[in-house]
């Protein structure tokens, strides 16, 4: 696929989105010269309209933003840019310039992807992998193990602890949705129930 850069005056549009939470951050215009920087040098680079010149996005604030992916559209007129972002996206200090705020739930998302990916794989391969193969019992177990230590945890004032416990079961409880075949969503599902027929 040839990128077509004559349909716009020789530039295209680029769509930024964050890859974890797959909110639309900016859009911004490249000519060739900034898909190719773009491309090699991994951090998103524009063709500024207003300076009429090569902008790398962050070059003066230093939120950068890191290229994961770089997607094409079916009329190879406009691009789709997956990347990680180091900081606020908008020139006024929001996290988009839409005056979204990008926060970062959708990692669960993501994450219960990587597990549901770890099924089927070699129990050899990763930790999540040896749990499905050990069976319901014990990861149901480890999700008790993990809440226990949550409590405990929970006792005492070591933020960093506690934290890191909460992940563990967070961690844990989504392995237990997958080996029963649920998902998250379906949980959350529940929740927006509830919430509406307190709501009554």
Same mark, same amino acid.
């Given at each position: ?5 004559? /349909? ?36 998103? $680079? ?6 009429? &010149? ?11 933003? @890191?290229?994961? @992916?770089?997607? =094409? ?5 406009? %691009? ?6 180091? !900081?606020?996206?908008?020139? $006024?200090?929001?996290? $988009? ?18 597990? #549901? ?7 050899? $391969? ?17 999700? !008790?193990?993990?809440?226990? =230590?949550?409590?405990? @945890?929970?006792?005492?004032?070591? /933020?960093?602890?506690?934290?890191? @416990? ?9 392995? %237990?949705?997958?080996? #029963? !075949?649920?998902?998250?969503? =379906?949980?959350?599902?529940?929740? &927006?129930? &509830? ?6």
């Amino acid at each position: 696929m040839a990128l077509q850069f004559d /349909k716009l005056q020789g530039l295209i549009p680029a769509v930024v989105q964050d890859v974890e939470t797959r909110k639309v951050l900016m859009l911004g215009f490249m000519n060739v010269e900034a898909y190719e920087k773009t491309k090699s040098e991994g951090l998103v $680079t524009f063709f500024s309209r207003s300076k009429n &010149r090569l902008w790398t996005k962050g070059e003066t604030s230093g939120n950068f933003l @890191e290229v994961v @992916e770089i997607k =094409e559209d079916c009329d190879e007129d406009t %691009l789709l840019i997956y990347v990680k972002p180091t !900081g606020p996206v908008c020139h $006024t200090g929001a996290d $988009t310039c839409f005056d979204e705020t990008n926060q970062g739930s959708q990692f669960l998302e993501h994450l219960a992807g990587i597990i #549901k990916s770890r099924k089927s794989a070699s129990a050899d $391969t990763s930790y999540t992998a040896s749990l499905f193969a050990k069976g319901i019992n014990k990861i149901a177990q480890k999700v !008790g193990e993990e809440a226990v =230590e949550l409590v405990i @945890e929970a006792k005492d004032d070591n /933020k960093e602890l506690f934290m890191g @416990e909460a992940a563990d079961l967070l961690f844990h409880y989504l392995i %237990l949705l997958e080996a #029963k !075949g649920y998902s998250l969503e =379906e949980v959350l599902a529940v929740l &927006r129930a &509830r919430h509406a027929a307190k709501a009554k």
